[in-house]
């Protein structure tokens, strides 16, 4: 009896252990993020070994280009613009995925540049991933202000999404109502500076400020052929400042 008493105990212990062992891997490991990545309820993070590799590459891009004139920062909405469409000599450096953290690390590995240069800057829709609005306003103020003490700076606006999408409505950082609120502060601030001109970009949009679908691939917030063509278009003539 002493000894069956005894067995059970030293079970009871060792399950406790085992338990309390698992517990430590789980915090301590990035088991959590990985789950949650595979069920698609945690965000990528925001700074991969994927994105390390592309900033090494436009870096790269960037020290290889001749007479380069204008520099364009920005994410995936940015890197389908016809180099045609946009200004001449403008040396297109958006990254899909990019944040304003990131584009911070891409303009550190670029600068000095001469102050004949201006720059595109098209960020923020990424940011929303892991920061709140107020955040995101507030890092794309400090980038341009930098950029704008040196450079004359273009700023785009967030892009109209089409909110009838399923695809957008999955992703609760896509909203509209968002975007034109952050736009307004951009706006207010760009044109307070002189060396900065604000882009809105509901010329995207339709009556109800969806993006047109003409204008979207199938995900209602990536641009087609046609949208990102006009946008180089606006650009270009958002430069004329």
């Known amino acids: 009896m002493k000894l069956s008493a005894f ?19 789980l915090i301590k490991t990035n088991f959590f993020l990985l789950a949650g990545k595979t069920l698609g309820v945690t965000p990528a993070e925001e700074f991969h070994a994927q994105l390390y590799q592309n900033l090494f590459e436009k870096t790269e891009a960037f020290r290889r280009a001749v ?15 016809p180099a045609e469409a946009l200004p001449e000599n403008t040396l297109n450096l958006a990254i899909g995925g990019l944040t304003t953290k990131g584009a911070e690390r891409l303009i550190g590995t670029i600068a000095p540049v001469d102050q004949g ?5 098209e960020l923020g829709v990424n940011d929303l991933k892991y920061r709140q609005p107020s955040i995101v306003v507030r890092d794309i103020q400090e980038l341009v202000a930098v950029l ?21 409505q999955e992703r609760a950082y896509l909203k509209n109502m968002t975007f034109r609120q952050i736009n307004a502060e951009l706006s207010a601030f760009c044109n307070s500076l002189t060396q900065c001109s604000f882009l809105d970009t509901q010329f995207l949009a339709d009556e109800k400020g969806n993006l047109r679908e003409e204008y979207s691939v199938a995900d209602g917030w990536h641009l087609s052929f046609m949208g990102a063509s006009i946008l180089g278009a606006e650009i270009q003539k958002a430069l004329n400042f």
């Open 7 to 25: 067995l059970k105990k030293l079970a009871t212990v060792y399950l406790v252990f085992i338990h309390v062992l698992i517990a430590i891997l």
């Open 67 to 81: 007479d380069t004139k204008v520099i364009l920062i920005g994410d995936s909405l940015s890197t389908k613009i």
């Open 117 to 121: 240069v201006s720059y595109i800057v």
């Open 148 to 168: 704008s003490e040196t450079s004359k700076v273009t700023l785009i606006g967030l892009l109209p999404v089409d909110m009838k999408n399923a695809k957008v």
